[in-house]
C-alpha cells in the first residue's frame, strides 16, 4: 500500500510539473506549431508514467527504462523533423533559422519526410512492442 501512494504521489507531481511547463512554453510554442505542442505534451507525460510505473522500491527497471528512452526518442525525432518540414518557409525569412538544412537546400524534404516517417514507425514500434 505504501508503494502505490508513493507512486501516485510521484505521478501527481510529475503531472504538476509537466503541466507547468507546458503552460510556460504554451505562449512560444502554440503561436508557431500546436501540432508540435501537443506532440511533446504526449511524449512528456507518456515518459513520465512509464519511468515513474517502472520503479518498484529501490529497484529500477534499468532495460524497461532504456526501451522507453528509446522510443521516446525516435518519436521526439520525428515530431522535430515534421516540424523542420511544417516550418521551411517561416524558417527561410528568419535570420535565426534561415540556413537550417531544409531552407538552404542542403536537405531535400523528401529526405527529412523519410527520416521522419523511419524514426516515428521505429520509435512507436519500440513502445508499442517493448515497454
Known amino acids: 500500500m505504501f508503494l502505490v501512494a508513493t507512486l501516485k504521489e ?14 510556460c512554453r504554451h ?28 520503479v518498484s522500491g ?3 527497471d534499468w532495460a524497461g527504462l532504456a526501451w522507453t528512452s528509446l ?7 520525428s515530431a522535430n523533423a515534421l516540424n523542420q518540414l511544417y516550418e521551411i518557409s517561416n ?9 537550417r538544412p531544409l531552407p538552404t ?3 531535400t524534404p523528401a529526405y527529412a519526410a ?4 523511419a524514426s516515428g514507425a521505429a520509435g512507436l514500434g519500440i513502445l508499442y512492442f517493448k515497454v
Request: glycine share 6%.
Open 10 to 23: 510521484r505521478l501527481c507531481l510529475a503531472l504538476t510539473h509537466m503541466q507547468h511547463t507546458h503552460t
Open 27 to 54: 505562449a512560444y510554442t502554440h503561436a508557431h506549431t500546436p501540432t508540435y505542442t501537443h506532440m511533446h505534451a504526449y511524449i512528456h507525460m507518456h515518459v513520465h508514467i512509464h519511468i515513474l510505473t517502472r
Open 58 to 60: 529501490e529497484h529500477l
Open 71 to 77: 522510443g521516446t526518442m525516435g518519436a521526439a525525432c
Open 91 to 99: 524558417d527561410a525569412r528568419m535570420r535565426r533559422t534561415c540556413n
Open 105 to 107: 537546400g542542403r536537405m
Open 114 to 117: 523519410g527520416f521522419a516517417l
